[in-house]
Nanobody
């Protein structure tokens, strides 16, 4: 069983900052990808940022220069630093891990429970 636990959401004024974290536990041999997605009311879930096993990162255009993703392999943790927040960043944020339980097993995708980020104007 693989379990993801998110923390760090909340209410912040425009221009403020938040830091989200997501820790994975359970039977994990390899983490191929860690990422953050978000879903605002009435909208589809979209990828915000991702980081590969080698450390390469990618970001949605809307958050480039404001958000930073990082990973701690020793702790199976991914973090998202959100700076210069704007009301349009308001959404439920979900972490996403793509893992292999063993070297020979198929890749699995797991999601966190979601954490609310609300940015007031």
């Amino acid at each position: 069983q693989v379990h993801l636990v998110e923390s760090g959401g909340g209410l912040v004024q425009a221009g403020g900052s938040l830091r989200l974290s997501c820790a994975a536990s359970g039977s994990i041999s390899i983490i191929n990808f860690m990422g953050w997605y978000r879903q605002a009311p009435g909208k589809e879930r979209e990828m915000v940022a991702g980081i590969g096993s080698g450390g390469s990162t990618n970001y949605a255009d809307s958050v480039k220069g404001r958000f930073t993703i990082s990973r701690d392999n020793a702790k199976n943790t991914v973090n998202l630093q959100l700076n210069s927040l704007i009301p349009e960043d308001t959404a439920v944020y979900y972490c996403n891990f793509r893992i292999r339980r063993t070297l020979l097993s198929a890749q699995e995708t797991h999601w966190g429970q979601g954490t609310q980020v609300t940015v007031s104007s």
